[in-house]
Each structure stands twice: as C-alpha cells, then as structure tokens.
C-alpha cells in the first residue's frame, strides 16, 4: 500500500498521531522525493507539526523504531478498513490539503474513535515487535538495556525479554504522549483515549500465541522451552471489531480522589481492561456532515440481495440505489507457485454493480 | 556389623540432619536465585532476499542482501522475480549480540505463515495426509571478533522434506475469509556453540514442488539455547560437590579397608553408588538412576532377614540384569513390597525370639526402615519436581508480576543437590563404625527410641529396659 499524498482519516483519526505521521510523512517524502523511511532526525522535524511536544522528542530519539510505528499505522488503517468495509463508517481516509477538514466535532467521543484508537495502538505495538523479530532494531526490543537492564553481558547470562513487552511499552510511550501531552481538552476523552489504546495493546498480548519444546533424552520433558509469536492481525482485528460491537457507554465519576470511567447505565456490567468504551452517540453516518464529521454513503457500492447493513437497504439509508452492468475483467485459470510466478488469463466477466442515491 | 547412623547419638544425628537440610536449601537457593532460566527462545521472522540470477547459490546476509519487505512486494516488482530468486535469510543472534559457546546447544523450529488466498489455497493430498514442504537450507557461521574472525563460512547444506500440518481458520464476519495456523516443524540442532553468529538461507524449491503450500507470507524461526549462566551455575555446583564426593568416598574407602575382613557385598555396592554419583552429570543420569536401583536390590536382598548370608553379586544378577533391562520402577516396588511384609511378618514375631535375635532384628528393621522412608521421600520429591517442571508454565502468564525465583532452574539443582546429599550421608552413615557402641545415661536413649517409634509402625512395651541392652547384645551377637 503506497500514500502519496498527505492524507487525513476520515472521521475522527485526524488527531490520531500515528496514522497522521503515515499519511503527512509521505506527503513530506514524495515532496521531497527521497526514500519511504525514517532516516534522520530530520524526518521527524518533516512531520513535526504532527506531533506533540512530547513525541517529537520521542522520535528523535528512537529514530530506528519510528519506521516500525509507520508499518503499524499502515497495518492499522488497512485492518480498519478491513473491518469496516460493509458498514456506513468505512474508515476511509479523505483527502485533505492544508487543514482538518472535519475540525472539532470529529475530535469524536464515539465508538468510531474508540476503534480507531484501539487498532492504532495495537497496531504500532505489534508491528514494533515485529520489527525486533525481523532484527531490524538490532539490540533495542528485549535486549535493550534501558528497558530491562539487559546487555550483551545479560544476553549470555539469562538471554534477553520477550519483544512483545518492548512493543507495547513503545506503543504505550509514543502512543499516550499524544493524550498526556494534551494542555487542553476534556478529561473524560483522554481518560476514553488511554483506555482504548490500552485495550487495543491487550488484545494483541492476549492473543500472543504461546508455544513450548520439550528437549531431554529421546524427547522426554526433561527442559521445556517456552516463547511467545505474533498472532495474525487479523485476529486481533476481529478481536477489536467484536469489542466495537459491544462497546460501553462510559462517563467519568470522581471515586475518592481518583477520576475513574464508570458505565453511565449503572445495570451493565462494568468494562474490563480489554472493552472498548466511548462517550459520545455516532451519527447514522448516512449524510454528509461536517459538524459529525459524516460523509455520507452517497455512491457507496451496496448488495442489493441482502438484508444486513452492507445491503442496499440499510447501507443507502432508504434513498435508493442504481445498479448499472459493468464488465469487470478479472485474472483467471492462473499458474501460481508458492510465490511470485502468477502466470494468468483475464477474463471478462459481466457483473452487476449497486451504488447509493 | 554395626554402621555410623546405629552408633551415633540423637543429638549428633539431628544436626547431621540439620547440615543436610541446610546443603539441600543452598542448591535450591542457588538454583532459584542465582541462575538463570535453564533455557532461553528467542523468535525471529526470516527477512525477504533476492539472490542475483548469476549467483544463485551465494549466501546471503540479511544485512548486505538485495532485501524487499513481502513477498507481495516480489509480486509487483518490475524485475520480475522468480520463486527460486526468493531466499529467507535469518541471522542469530539479533545485530549487536553474539553467542557464547556457554550456550551449550542450539536446537531450532521453524513456522510458516500462510495467507488466505481463494485462488492458491493450502491443500491437502488426496489421501487427507498434509502437504509437504520442502526446502533447501544452509548454515553457515562467522566470527566477527578476534584474530580468527572471517566471514561467512558455509557449515552445512541439506535439502528436507517435511510435511506442513497448516489448519485453517474461518473469518466471523467473512466465509470466504480467514487465516491459517501451521505447526512448528522441528529444523535443526547443533551439539555445540562454537561460532559467534550463525546464519541460515531457506529457499523454497517452485514448479514440481511446493505447489499445494498455498500462499506464503513469513518464516517464523525460534532459536533455543541453553543459557550462559545456567550453564556456569550448573558447572560450578559440580566443580564445587565433585572434590567433596571424592573425599567422601576415600573416608568410606579407608574406612572399610581398615576392617580385618573383606568387604562387603552392600558395602561395595554403596562405594559404586557413590562413584556413579560422583561422576553424574546431565547425561549419565540414567547410569545413576540404574545404579541407585541396584543397590536398592542388593540393600534390599541383605537385609532378608529369614534367608541365608548372600553377600554376592550372582545372587542379584536377576535384579541387576532386570534394571539394566529398564523395569526399574516396577521392579523397586515389587521387591519394597515384598522386602517390607517380610520384616513387618518377622516384627511381629519378635517377642517370641531370643533376646539377642530380637535385637539383631531390630537393628536391621530400623537401618532399613530409616533408608526406606529417606529414599522414598527423596524419589517422590523428584517426581514431583519433575511434575512441576513439565507442567510449570506460570511464568508465561500475561499480567502477572515476573517471578524473580527461576522455579525451573531451581528443581534442576535442587534435585541433582537432593540425590547427591542423599548418596552421600548413605555413604557417611552406613559406613562401618569404630565407635564404641551408646552407652550413656538413659535419656538419649530415650529420644532415641522416639525417632525410631515414628518410623515403626508398632513398638512393643518394655523397650525402654532392653533399648541398652540391644545394643550390647545386638552387637556382640553379630559379631
């Protein structure tokens, strides 16, 4: 997935750092036209107004891993989409040229902006501990002395920590800078924030599959080996999408003398630490609307037989659709091998294709 | 023939006792919070290389290679690069570290990560069994420091076969959707540490072959070593109980040679246990276990108290050669059953025997009954230290604080301290005796007996009186 230009997320992810530094990094990149990565301290200066105070000096600092916080912005925005692809809100990303174009009233206290949230703080931590993986952080990830009090003289003593507690404490520093470093806003939409970005990191921990070896004579349990490997993302995606669906309504109460999220129904149940929870009701998203930060679902692509919400019914909001006949050419009868070699035929196919009034 | 552990006092015996409690928490101890995990994995996902056409074989280095992030990206390349261009390189330990060739061993796996695609899916054979994988990998090694460092020098190439055990797993919200989870396929293993980096090139063999493996999309590769600092606990411990079992078993040596007979069959028999122990270490466990069983059977069998005098190894060679065969456990507890009713029969019986025989008797049933309970108690704690070795995964949970007590590491020295105090206080303990038998006042004798009372199931009244008088006559009877 290439973005060329400086692109702002639909709805409420405008605020969102990470996802902001994707789209205006690039735009910074393919102005100036050098290579699609972090490389300098400069770059940071590049998405700079992006960023808070806080990050900036974050990023300067960890200039290696902010090419991994990039992958997981990316990852985050094409599982969202994912995600969404058949609802109104179809976390598409909108084209912008010098300023928000959905100014305050997308700054949004909705379960859309819990999502957002959620997904883009899973997806910085997963793709920073992927990148250890891969080796690219060299000795930083487990093996960073800052984080754990490991060095090369640990590494051979005891072997160094698991990536995935580096990844999320990154996630969590750059990722929370945004919300701590806020000087103004709503105390309940930063506590709503935290939450959700905290809730996005567990459920990629949660779902962190556990696998162990056992080794001893003729494969006895004498040692077993245990270590941790990276779910597909697309597990923690649903993961993030079901706890969308079931998302709490929360408002912010003074017990003691902390400020806590409690449900506002005080029937349900309260929310754990891996529920999404939002404050503000969505719109029906079925018009455009700066003040909601809306865009509509005019020449939205509908299913005309079904009834669920990607049908026509329900997706174009009672105004009607038009279905026309497209001839869509497809590649068939391809000669694949496990990679690269596709050798095809197109195909012609005539199909018919529903859009919103 | 009276031993050390009949002529010592309560009092010495319990701070024998003490001293052996205190040597087992030091091993646990040390174990627990001075070593690290025996073990350490660390994961890795293969990076993406492209070999150049003109050499195809080369090998490459993740770092220096022509490197592209997917294999998607191979898809929409404009150099158009072919399956057999496509080569996963993985390089251990992680930039920046090396290993030490206190690692010991290095045993690998590897994973693939299959995407879902409707068009090239995973598929089975026709006869249901799993596809299989096949691979040419090669292992090459450097040194990056010192006077002999070089670069990368190959160390093996193999081509493998393996069958690739993938399920598919179904999308909520999507039918047509989803993701795959594969098995590990064990990859490799290497006895020794001797480099300091290693590298490993996967490619994956297209056209005839590898052509119902789906789509993939990583390579995910786990390295296990044994820890550095295991391993220096571990050759610590032995460094520091090897010079003590020695000089244990030169006392038991000098000690029995000085006797004006020939030694024994038991006391041979415990002289082998304790240089098998002496000698234990991960590998010849087994050897120690074989020999502890051994001279289980041969303890055991001299202490039948209702048959002639054996006191040779071609009585045993039934038992012996059972337990080399490998019926240990079955074999230990048919004879600890048979040997325990046979002394509990003659127990009862006691009070009609001779005084002397009485005694005799009763010196025999407490040395073994003492040795029964110790060994059991021992075994059974291995058991259960083994147990909680293979089950313990506490430590993986998520959420909780990390533990700062290496529970694993702990059970490893604390059993190999367990059987070592256990061989070694048998050989202290039932080492003849040159003291002269107790004597003293009443009232040591009389804690004495309450020891043994726990290990006996009934004690008849009146021992009080004949408590000294056994010893005097139990000894001269035997003399």
New interface residues.
């Given amino acids: 997935m290439t973005f060329c230009t400086c692109r702002f997320t639909y709805f409420s992810l405008w605020q969102l750092q990470v996802i902001n530094i994707v789209y205006c990094f690039n735009r910074s990149i393919a102005l100036s036209g050098s290579s699609n990565n972090f490389i300098s301290k400069g770059s940071c200066d590049l998405v700079g107004k992006q960023l808070n105070h806080r990050q900036l000096q974050f990023c300067r600092r960890n200039i290696d891993v902010m090419n991994s916080v990039k992958n997981g912005a990316s990852l985050a925005v094409s599982e969202c989409q994912h995600?969404f692809r058949?609802r109104r809100w179809n976390c598409t990303t909108v084209q912008f040229e010098r300023s928000p174009v959905f100014g305050n009233s997308a700054n949004g206290g909705t379960r859309e902006a819990a999502f957002v949230h959620s997904i883009s703080s899973a997806g910085v931590a997963y793709a920073v501990t992927?990148s250890?993986?891969?080796?690219n952080l060299?000795?930083k990830?487990?093996?960073d002395s800052k984080y754990n009090g490991r060095s090369?003289k640990g590494?051979?003593?005891?072997?160094?920590s698991d990536?995935i507690d580096f990844g999320i404490g990154f996630s969590k520093t750059f990722v929370d800078a945004r919300e701590r470093g806020r000087k103004s806003g709503s105390p309940t939409r930063v506590e709503m924030n935290l939450h959700n970005n905290n809730a996005g990191r567990m459920v990629v921990?949660?779902f962190?599959k556990?696998?162990?070896?056992?080794?001893g004579?003729s494969g006895s349990?004498n040692?077993?080996?245990?270590?941790?490997?990276l779910p597909?993302f697309?597990?923690v995606g649903?993961h993030i999408?079901?706890k969308f669906d079931g998302a709490t309504e929360v408002e912010l109460r003074l017990i003691g003398s902390r400020r806590v999220l409690v449900p506002r129904n005080e029937y349900f149940k309260p929310h754990t630490v891996y529920d999404l929870v939002y404050i503000d009701h969505s719109p029906n998203f079925c018009n455009a609307d700066s003040d909601t930060g809306s865009l509509g679902t005019r020449g939205r692509v509908c299913n005309r037989t079904s009834q669920a919400i990607d049908g026509c019914e329900l997706m174009c909001c009672g105004r009607g659709y038009i279905t026309r006949q497209e001839v869509h050419v497809e590649?068939c009868s391809?000669k694949?091998?496990?990679?690269?070699?596709?050798r095809c035929q197109n195909c012609r196919k005539r199909v018919e294709v529903s859009a919103c009034k | 023939m009276a031993v050390i552990l009949e002529t010592l006092r309560l009092r010495s015996l319990l701070a024998f006792a003490l001293l052996l409690v205190a040597i087992l928490i030091t091993f646990f101890v040390v174990g627990g919070k001075i070593a690290?995990?025996?073990?350490?994995?660390?994961?890795?996902?293969a990076?993406i290389c492209v070999a150049n056409l003109t050499k195809m074989d080369a090998i490459l280095d993740?770092e220096t290679c022509n490197r592209i992030d997917s294999?998607k990206d191979?898809?929409s390349d404009p150099r158009q690069?072919?399956?057999d261009?496509?080569v996963f390189t993985i390089?251990f330990?992680?930039?920046?570290?090396?290993m030490?060739r206190?690692f010991q061993f290095v045993?690998t796996?590897i994973?693939l990560?299959l995407e879902h695609d409707p068009?090239?899916h995973y598929r089975k054979n026709a006869d249901g069994s799993p596809p299989s994988l096949s691979f040419k990998a090669t292992l090459a090694y450097r040194n990056k420091q010192g006077p002999d460092s070089h670069d990368w020098q190959s160390m093996y190439t193999s081509l493998q076969e393996r069958p690739l055990v993938c399920e598919f797993?179904q999308?909520?919200?999507d039918s047509n959707?989803?993701?795959y989870n594969c098995e590990?396929i064990p990859f490799f293993e290497i006895g020794n540490v001797y480099y300091e980096e290693y590298l490993v090139n996967v490619r994956?063999p297209?056209?005839v072959k590898?052509?119902q493996?789906?789509?993939?999309t990583d390579i995910?590769f786990?390295e296990?070593?044994q820890?550095?600092?295991f391993t220096?606990v571990w050759f610590t411990l032995k460094t520091v109980v090897a010079p003590v079992s020695i000089l244990i078993l030169i006392w038991f040596a000098q000690r029995v040679k000085k006797l004006r007979r020939d030694s024994l069959l038991l006391e041979k028999a415990l002289f082998c246990l304790g240089v098998v122990t002496a000698f234990m270490n991960y590998i010849r466990?087994?050897l120690f276990y074989g020999m502890l069983m051994s001279f289980w059977v041969i303890f055991a069998g001299e202490h039948l108290v209702d048959q002639p005098e054996r006191n040779n190894l071609k009585s045993y060679w039934k038992q012996v050669g059972a337990i080399g065969f490998g019926c240990l456990s079955l074999l230990i507890f048919d004879l600890s059953e048979r040997v325990f009713w046979n002394i509990r029969g003659k127990r009862a019986a006691i009070p009609t025997m001779s005084r002397a025989r009485q005694l005799q008797y009763r010196g025999l049933i407490y040395r073994f009954e003492f040795l029964l309970v110790v060994t059991i108690l021992c075994a059974g704690l291995t058991v259960v230290f083994f147990v909680i070795?293979?089950v313990?995964?506490a430590q993986?949970k998520?959420g909780e604080e990390e533990s700062t007590v290496e529970i694993?590491s702990a059970l490893f020295t604390g059993i190999y301290g367990m059987w070592n105090v256990y061989v070694f206080s048998l050989v202290i303990l039932y080492a003849p005796s040159s003291a002269a038998p107790i004597t003293d006042d009443g009232s040591d004798e009389n804690e004495r007996l309450e020891l043994r009372s726990r290990t006996e199931v009934r004690v008849s009244a009146g021992e009080t009186e004949e408590s000294v008088v056994y010893q005097f006559t139990g000894k001269s009877a035997r003399d």
Wanted: glycine share 8%; hydrophobic share 25%; aromatic share 10%.
């Fill in positions: 995600q058949h992927r250890c993986s891969e080796g060299g000795r990830c487990g093996c090369e590494w051979k003593w005891a072997g160094c990536d921990k949660k962190m556990l696998q162990c070896k056992c080794h004579v349990c040692v077993k080996t245990c270590w941790r490997s597909n697309r597990k649903e999408k079901e590649r391809c694949f091998h496990w990679c690269c070699y596709v | 690290p995990a025996p073990t350490t994995a660390t994961s890795h996902i990076n993740p294999i191979a898809e690069i072919r399956a261009q496509i390089r330990p992680h930039q920046g570290l090396s030490s206190w045993a796996s994973r990560d068009e090239f797993v999308s909520q919200s959707d989803g993701y590990d994956l297209s056209l590898n052509n493996i789906g789509k993939i995910n786990v296990i070593h820890n550095g600092g220096k466990q087994g070795s293979s313990n995964e993986w998520f694993s």
